[in-house]
């Protein structure tokens, strides 16, 4: 379910010590779906993006704060 696939995503960062972020979960109609999925990534920490652009910006900026912090600790 939608909801399960949620609580997956959400476990990433702890699981694996990764970083995640998210597109908004869809659009339209979705009798309040979408705003569970969005809380239960919100819960744990994920930033939601309403552009994939947006997502592509955020993990490039995660990627050069990793590529800063490992020159320093050299």
């Known amino acids: 379910s939608s909801i399960a696939a949620a609580e997956m995503l ?3 960062p702890t699981k694996y010590g990764k970083p995640v972020v998210t597109l908004r979960w869809g ?3 979705d009798g309040g779906r979408r705003d569970i999925l ?3 990534v919100r819960q744990a ?3 939601s993006y309403d552009t ?3 997502c592509v910006r955020a993990m490039w900026a995660v ?3 990793a590529r800063i912090r ?3 600790e050299e």
């Open 63 to 65: 990627m050069e704060y």
């Open 70 to 72: 490992k020159r320093l």
């Open 27 to 29: 659009g339209g109609r």
């Open 38 to 40: 969005g809380n239960i």
């Open 10 to 12: 959400a476990a990433i």
């Open 45 to 47: 920490g994920i930033p």
């Open 52 to 54: 994939p652009e947006q």
